[in-house]
């Protein structure tokens, strides 16, 4: 069963920590994505990977950066955790050239910065 | 730009009622994809269907139904004799442009009582 995984379900951190939440995906996607939910918000983009060591800027990269050093494993890195950032993180990997084939959803990893 | 306007933020029903939920659109690309994605409490989304512009045929999936009108640029989603596991947070997406990425209404949700 083809899965993306994302390594914590729930996370409790501190204001000003430096947060790293990891996403692996076993589909061989070139696309890998991260959203962050909130509600009455909707799903937000927040960066997108084409390719390994490629990123791009989503709708709310602000407070965010993200790695893809394989192309198996995107990681969101908040260099600073705010409490603003606490929301649920969703991960999600997509074919190349295939917007609409739609994405694979990760589990989600919620995070509450206290 | 491109928009996805879910208008009903939730949505109560008694179980085997019937039930629509409206997802509106804007885009300007003339190739385009639309999905529902479901998110029951276990947060993952899992897709339930994806429709490309240029097939307006309405699709039924048990009793699952979905009405896709371009000349009203909606695509509304109906459940037949709803039951108490459809209760779940409801998102329309719409996915096109270069980049092809996904982008979703802020989501609907649904309670089915019993």
Known sequence: ????????????????????????????????FWYRQDPGLGLRLIYFSYDVKMKEKGDIPEGYSVSREKKERFSLILESASTNQTSM?????????????????????????? | AQKVTQAQ????????EDVTLDCVYETRD????????KQP?????????????????????????WNFQKSTSSF???????????????????SGGSQGNLIFGKGTK????P
């Open chain 2, 41 to 65: 409490p276990s947060g993952e989304l899992v897709f339930l269907i994806r429709r490309n512009s240029f097939d307006e045929q309405n699709e039924i999936s048990g009793r699952y139904s």
């Open chain 2, 9 to 16: 933020t939730e949505i109560s029903v008694v179980e085997k």
């Open chain 1, 1 to 32: 069963d083809v899965k993306v995984t994302q390594s914590s379900r729930y996370l409790v951190k501190r204001t000003g920590e430096k947060v790293f939440l990891e996403c692996v995906q076993d589909m061989d996607h070139e696309n890998m």
């Open chain 2, 76 to 94: 509304n989603f109906t459940i037949t004799a709803s039951q108490v596991v459809d209760s779940a947070v409801y998102f329309c997406a719409l």
């Open chain 2, 30 to 37: 003339t190739t385009y994809y639309l999905f529902w994605y």
């Open chain 1, 89 to 114: 993180y969703l991960c999600a990997s997509s074919l190349r050239g295939t917007g609409g084939a739609g994405y694979t959803f990760g589990s989600g990893t919620r995070l509450t910065v206290v």
């Open chain 2, 110 to 113: 649904l309670s089915v009582k």
